[in-house]
């Protein structure tokens, strides 16, 4: 039961690990591989705790949570992950700062919210693939960008083609185009390689707006639709769900999206509206009749995304592809 859970504390670096557990008030420091893991494990029983009970709660730090998540699973020992923003604005103000500091803060945090805290479900290794790869093709895309605005700049300047300068820079986009195209072809290898994956990718694709990054960053996020139940939920996590903005008599301030969402989706998501309002008959006719009535176009452009987000969730609910009908939008 979620009231007799032992909370242990986790801040989780590259090279270690930081321990603390709320009820003994004990700490320990360990290395994040598999020595460490089993240490972790002798430090609970020296405890006398039951390592059924033992609830671990940690910060999301991307690659440095995998081995760690992987050996609590095969544990069969539950773990929260959340997001490091919500642990710092429930403690209120805080001073000072480090590894064991942090670890006391996390389980201070996993008490707090024991109640109400959710077994974390290990993600699929496909998933994690699929995630590493794609980080890895935005890692590619974003130096390639930063590159060729280099480019254009020397270019700008009249350096010569044959230069150095830029002889080797055009050399290393060469082989920056060619790495980021054989990753495409492995994130599609992947995905067709996998039944579920696959079937939801094709439906995602027949939305006019989503586009292979848009599709596949969102299988990734919702973990192929089994992270989030509906489509509001999705939109509160990509910052394009309105909340209302009002407080007593004096504030009366427009409903507004919230910044605390995930940017990237946020974007992908603007990009497919621009997409989907140039691309797609209904959604222009309603972009624009908006905008005429004298609606913001920004207001405009995230119902269009909130309209994406809500194709995406209906298509894989009915496993049917999106069929468009041209009629007027209410």
Known sequence: MKQNR???????????????????????TIT??????????????EQKLSLKNVFVVMEYTGLYNYCFEDFLFKKEISY?????????????????????LDAIRIAQFGFDKKLVLENSKTTSKTIKRLQMLQSTRDRLVKQRTGLKNAVKEYEHIQIPQKDIILKGQYRVITVMNQQI????????KLITSTESLATNYKLLMSIKGVGPVLATETIIKTRNFTKFTDSRKFACFCGTAPFEHTSGTSVRGKTRVSKLAD???N?????????????????????????????????????????????MFAVVKRQT????????VA
Request: aromatic content about 10%; overall charge positive.
């Open 321 to 328: 592809p999106y069929v468009e009908i041209y009629q007027n």
């Open 267 to 311: 974007k992908l998501l603007t990009t497919a509206s621009f997409t989907a309002i140039q691309y797609n008959p209904e959604m222009k006719k309603y972009y624009e009749r908006r905008v005429t009535s004298g609606k913001s176009k920004m207001s405009t452009i995230n119902i269009v995304r909130n309209k994406i987000i809500g194709r």
């Open 80 to 100: 929260h992950i959340t997001n490091a923003l919500h642990i710092k604005m429930s403690l209120g103000v805080i001073r000072g700062k480090s590894d064991k």
């Open 263 to 265: 940017k990237n989706m």
């Open 32 to 45: 994040n591989n598999t020595k460490g893991y089993n240490q972790f494990v002798k430090w609970i029983k």
């Open 6 to 28: 032992n909370i242990i504390g986790a801040d989780i670096a590259k090279l270690s690990i930081e321990l603390y557990c709320y009820k003994t008030k004990r700490s320990i």
């Open 181 to 188: 195209k054989k990753i495409e072809q492995e994130i599609e």
